[in-house]
């Protein structure tokens, strides 16, 4: 295999990962940032390990540099150096680490239903001891990922640097540059993480039981049972389709005396049909009525028009335009809700338009 691993082809980075892991009495990884995502995809080479009892004591060591934050784009990296002087910053690091790992979790990339079967195993790594995770002090963007291995007689320890992360972007879909070097370097590198490792904020089982409570309870893998989800489902349905408030500006009674005048029966379903369509109108620019026959879709639509105050068209077909004296169609109705400013077209003409 080439020293060069760009995932690109067979130079996976996952792949030799899977291989130098199950080959390795212990692993040293410095990240710039960790939120399970790429030691998600190890995930059957370390179940394999743990079910075979090779998995030891703080087996698997990951120290991050730095923290992750999400947002509308995905994932990211961010340094936040502070001035970590004072000995309660440690708190405060700590409680920016967890904070950052909660985002990442509850980010759309970890909402996976592999994730979901697997977290759980992960989490008993952390509890056991077996993978065992620090936070440097100062930000650090560096990626080191040492081997320390089994028969190292044969083949001795190696370690690999480069780009990338320990995400599932960094082991395979993106492009990366990682050199793996085992003739050279291993322990000034070694060295390079115990400095770090030993001066790193260390995680005390409390700390592991409130980071625990944090993922299982504060995150999109929180177990909820059907009935909370069906009220969340409602109330979400719900506030969605809350249309606008027309009590202001005594906008429902201006309806209301609207209809009355023109001769129509002001029901409330109509009412809250049009604040639910002025609602959709600001927050998507359109909405569309679908009512069965004989609810009153024009009516509900005028009413709309009239809420909105814009000019604005109406297409149909000719036996709906109406006649010349405004009794009857589209011409009446626009006459009725005081719609003077909109203009019609016949949907066979569209074209010439």
């Known amino acids: 295999m080439s020293v060069f691993i760009t995932n ?112 759980d195993f992960f989490i008993k790594l952390l509890e056991e001891e077996k993978l065992v995770i620090r936070k440097t002090k100062e930000p650090n963007h560096a990626k080191l990922y040492l081997f320390k291995l089994k028969n190292n007689e044969i083949l001795p320890n190696l370690f690999i640097t480069g780009s990338s992360n320990l995400t599932k972007a960094g ?64 109330k979400s349905y719900l506030e969605m389709h809350q249309g606008k408030d027309l009590t202001k500006k005594d906008l429902i009674e201006r309806l209301k005396e609207l209809m009355e005048k023109a001769g129509y029966k002001p029901y409330s379903y109509q009412l809250t049909a049009v604040s639910q369509a002025v609602s959709n109108c600001e927050a998507h620019n359109g909405t569309i009525l679908a009512d069965v026959v004989g609810l009153g879709k024009t009516v509900i639509a005028c009413l709309t028009a009239y809420v909105l105050g814009k000019r604005g068209i109406v297409i149909c077909p000719p036996h709906l335009i109406g006649d010349d004296a405004k009794l009857s169609g589209w011409k009446k109705y626009l006459e009725d809700f005081g719609l003077s400013d909109w203009k019609f077209f016949l949907w066979v003409n569209l074209r010439k338009h």
């Open 8 to 119: 690109e082809g067979l130079k996976n980075f996952e792949e030799r990962l899977k291989v130098l892991i199950k080959n390795s009495k212990e692993l040293k990884f410095l990240v710039g940032f960790f939120y399970f995502s790429g030691i998600n995809e190890l995930y059957k080479t370390l179940k394999e390990m743990y079910n075979n009892n090779e998995l030891e004591t703080e087996h698997i060591k990951i120290l991050v540099g730095l923290y992750v934050d999400a947002d509308n784009y995905g994932i990211y990296e961010v340094a936040k150096k502070k001035p970590y002087l004072q000995e309660y910053s440690m708190e405060i690091i700590k409680q920016t680490f967890f904070e950052s790992i909660k985002n990442a979790i509850n980010s759309n990339e970890m909402d996976n239903k592999d994730f979901y079967e697997q977290v």
């Open 171 to 234: 082991l395979i879909s993106q492009n990366e540059f990682n050199v793996e070097i085992k003739d050279f370097g291993f322990r000034e590198a070694e060295a390079y993480f115990d400095m770090l490792w030993n001066s790193a904020v260390e995680l005390s089982k409390d700390d592991i039981t409130k980071l625990v409570n944090i993922i299982r309870n504060e995150t999109q893998i929180k177990k909820i049972s059907p009935f909370t989800a069906y009220v969340y489902l409602l």
